[in-house]
C-alpha cells in the first residue's frame, strides 16, 4: 500500500536557526496538505498544495510540492519556540478521498 | 469556521467495557468523516471511512465489529469501541470534509479523545 515517509525523525534546533522537513510518497499524488500537532494537541491544518512544482509561503514557513507530486517539504525560516511541535505531511490519491499521514517530524527548539 | 467537536475528550474504562465516542461539524455539513488512531509518538493511522447514511469502510487490520461506527446525520459521526481492552487505549481522532470529497477537500480534525482501558 501507499506508504508517506518523513525525514527527520527528530530535530533540536535552537531558536533562530531553520528546519526542513521532507516528505516522500511510494505513489504520486493529487495533492499534499501539511499539519501542525503540538504536544497533546490535534492536528491543525497548515497549507494544501496541488501543482506540481507548487511553493507557498505563510509568513516564516515555506512549503514546496514536488515536480514528479511524490515529495514535499517543510522549510522553518529563523525558527521560535513556539514552533515546537511534530509536522505530519498527508497525501492524497489521484480519485482517492483518505489522506495518508506521514511518519511525522518532531521538532524541539531551544531557546 | 470548520469546526469539528469531539466528545468526550478524555475517557477511563475498565477492560471489557463499551465506550463511545462523538464526532460532530459545528459549521458544516459533513458528507463524509474519518476516524484516526494516535499511538504516542507515532502518526495518525487512519481506521475508517464513514460516509453519511452508508456503512463505513474500514482499513485493512481494523474489526468491524470491535469499532462500530455509525454516520447517521450531516453533522454527527459516532465511533463505538466495544469490548475495550487495554490495548485499545489510544487517541482517537475525528475529522470530517464537506462536498464530494474531492481532490480539493480539507479535513478538519476534531480535538481528539483520550481513551484509557484499566
Known amino acids: 500500500g501507499q506508504q508517506v515517509m518523513q525525514i527527520p525523525q527528530y530535530q533540536h534546533v535552537q531558536e533562530g536557526e531553520d528546519f526542513t522537513t521532507y516528505c516522500n510518497s511510494s505513489?504520486?499524488?493529487?495533492?499534499i496538505q501539511w499539519y501542525k500537532q503540538r504536544p497533546g494537541g490535534h492536528p491543525v491544518f497548515l497549507i494544501q498544495?496541488?501543482?506540481?512544482?507548487e511553493v507557498k509561503k505563510q509568513k516564516r514557513l515555506t512549503f514546496q510540492f514536488g515536480e514528479a507530486k511524490k515529495n514535499s517539504s517543510l522549510h522553518i525560516t529563523a525558527t521560535q519556540t513556539t514552533d515546537v511541535g511534530t509536522y505530519f505531511c498527508?497525501?492524497?490519491?489521484?480519485?482517492?478521498?483518505?489522506?495518508?499521514f506521514g511518519t511525522g517530524t518532531r521538532l524541539l527548539v531551544s531557546p | 469556521g470548520a469546526v469539528v467537536s469531539q466528545h468526550p475528550s478524555w475517557v477511563i474504562c475498565k477492560s471489557g467495557t463499551s465506550v463511545k465516542i462523538e464526532c460532530r461539524s459545528l459549521?458544516?455539513?459533513?458528507?463524509?468523516m474519518f476516524w484516526y488512531r494516535q499511538f504516542p509518538k507515532q502518526s495518525l493511522m487512519l481506521m475508517a471511512t464513514?460516509?453519511?447514511?452508508?456503512?463505513?469502510?474500514?482499513e485493512q487490520g481494523v474489526e468491524k465489529d470491535k469499532f462500530l461506527i455509525n454516520h447517521a446525520s450531516l453533522t454527527l459521526s459516532t465511533l463505538t469501541v466495544t469490548s475495550a481492552h487495554p490495548e485499545d487505549s489510544s487517541f482517537y481522532i475525528c475529522?470530517?470534509?464537506?462536498?464530494?470529497?474531492?481532490?480539493?477537500?480539507?479535513?478538519?480534525f476534531g480535538p481528539g479523545t483520550r481513551l484509557l482501558v484499566l
Open positions: 475529522s470530517a470534509e464537506g462536498g464530494s470529497g474531492g481532490a480539493g477537500e480539507t479535513q478538519y
Open positions: 498527508a497525501g492524497r490519491n489521484t480519485g482517492f478521498q483518505k489522506l495518508v
Open positions: 498544495l496541488v501543482k506540481s512544482g
Open positions: 505513489t504520486t499524488l493529487s495533492n
Open positions: 459549521d458544516f455539513q459533513a458528507t463524509t
Open positions: 464513514s460516509n453519511e447514511g452508508s456503512k463505513a469502510t474500514y
